[in-house]
């Protein structure tokens, strides 16, 4: 009895020490470049896209699973801009405004006034970033590409997804126009790209929801996390009588402003408002979120189903392609949850550890999923590889070498793990 309890205290010393190393390395990642902690409003880098690894002898690329969010955009909701102007101006005829927040009012008015016909709508670098990653597919698999493979790319309703979904088809045919490309917005591919959506015909009905079992100490911890009552007193001299009940709105919506400046295809002049700390507090409230909202990834179900029956078709024929699929970073939340790539979907051991196994820094504006389908004309096992970001993932289940795992293993996890439970 004494000997197992001995092995049990070594097991948990060995995983709370492999813990807090993913926590140390997750610290040295967002310190590196201070712009990851703009999470979901982060922009995607084909800088940092990595080459392939050779894949194991005898294997070629066969086909080509890909899920996008759309690339950069304006703020999606127009009130991010309109709302903020107007409680400014307000305020400012109240003589209510600080020393900063006059410089805020006078500069964001300009701002606003740039920024809210454009809400929601894809901005230049965003096209520029689908055209990138476009090329590098391209780049990565010259012998699919070679081999006239059937593409074929649809999106969600949303005008930014389909703009994105242009600049990626736009980027494949700048590298060969002979391809063999279609691309489509419909609401019959919406399991594979907006599943949740009403208007999708072949949307699930409710599903089981996922323990969540540190969900109980989000409140505890995302409370300390930014003090809005110190930035609001930086803008108004008195911001109760500004805000009221929506101080903590109002800060949202101006922190949503701020973090998606990188985004945008001019210089925006807006003065130093919040910390570098304030501004982590956002992110690291941002991965709670992730965690927490992960209980309804069931719902989401069909993106998993339409991944196993597309792949088995497209691997069923003699001829290579490439399915583009396009949308948004809560679809692609659920999907890596679902897929558990880079372990996504993992339960934690508190909740200080969301930013660690949740990251929104992995989804930023463009994120990208790439399954990586690899056939042998010497074995009959297919093989299949994840890359996300440009930057080849793992998966669940035993590599057979390096990132590349056997198809039939992968299956199995994703219909015992998801489809199996599907209602």
Avoid at 19 to 48: M, T
Avoid at 50 to 57: G, H, N, T
Avoid at 238 to 246: I, K, M, R
Avoid at 387 to 414: C, H, I, M, S
Wanted: net charge neutral.
């Amino acid at each position: 009895m004494k000997k197992i309890a001995l092995l049990v205290i070594s097991a948990l010393l060995v995983g709370f020490a492999a813990f807090a190393q993913d926590k140390a390395r997750e610290d040295s990642i967002l310190a590196a470049n201070p712009n990851r902690i703009y999470g979901y409003n982060d922009v995607i880098r084909p800088e940092e896209f990595q080459a392939p690894s050779k894949a194991p002898k005898g294997y070629e690329p066969f086909y080509i699973a890909h899920y996008g969010r759309h690339g950069s955009r304006f703020a999606w909701n127009s009130r991010t801009y309109t709302w903020i102007d107007e409680v400014l101006t307000a305020q400012k005829e109240k003589g209510n405004l600080t020393e900063l927040g006059l410089e805020l009012q006078k500069d964001y008015k300009v701002f606003a006034q740039i920024c809210t016909p454009q809400s929601g709508d894809l901005t230049r670098k965003g096209w520029n970033q689908h055209n990138a990653i476009a090329k590098h597919m391209y780049k990565s698999y010259p012998k699919l590409f070679k081999r006239n493979p059937k593409i074929f790319a649809a999106s969600s309703s949303s005008f930014r997804a389909m703009m994105s979904m242009s600049a990626f088809c736009v980027g494949l045919k700048e590298c060969d126009p002979k391809l063999d490309l279609y691309e489509q917005m419909s609401s019959l591919y919406f399991d594979e790209c907006i599943p949740e959506s009403g208007s999708n015909p072949n949307k699930l009905g409710p599903q089981d929801r996922l323990p969540r079992k540190c969900a109980g100490q989000t409140g505890a911890y995302t409370d300390k996390l930014v003090d809005v009552d110190a930035i609001a007193r930086r803008i108004f001299k008195d911001p109760e009588a500004a805000l009221g009940t929506q101080k903590s709105s109002f800060i949202y919506e101006l922190n949503m402003a701020y973090i998606g400046l990188n985004s945008l295809d001019f210089e925006a002049k807006l003065p130093e408002v919040f910390t570098f700390e304030e501004f982590k507090g956002f992110y690291l409230s941002d991965c709670v979120y992730f965690y927490n909202s992960m209980s309804d990834a069931l719902d989401y179900g069909a993106l998993i189903k339409r991944l196993v029956i597309l792949a088995d078709e497209a691997l069923a024929q003699d001829r290579p392609s490439v399915n583009l699929r396009f949308g948004h970073d809560y679809i692609l939340d659920r999907y890596l949850s679902l897929a558990g790539i880079n372990n996504f979907g993992k339960e934690i051991p508190s909740i200080d550890y969301a930013y660690v196994y949740y990251p929104v820094r992995e989804v930023p504006m463009g994120c990208n999923i790439q399954f990586v389908f690899y056939k042998s004309k010497k074995s009959p096992d297919v093989l299949v590889k994840v890359v996300l970001n440009g930057k080849e993932g793992t998966l669940p289940v035993e590599p057979v070498q390096g990132n590349y795992y056997r198809w039939e293993d992968y299956k199995a996890f994703l219909t015992e793990t998801v489809i199996s439970k599907l209602k």
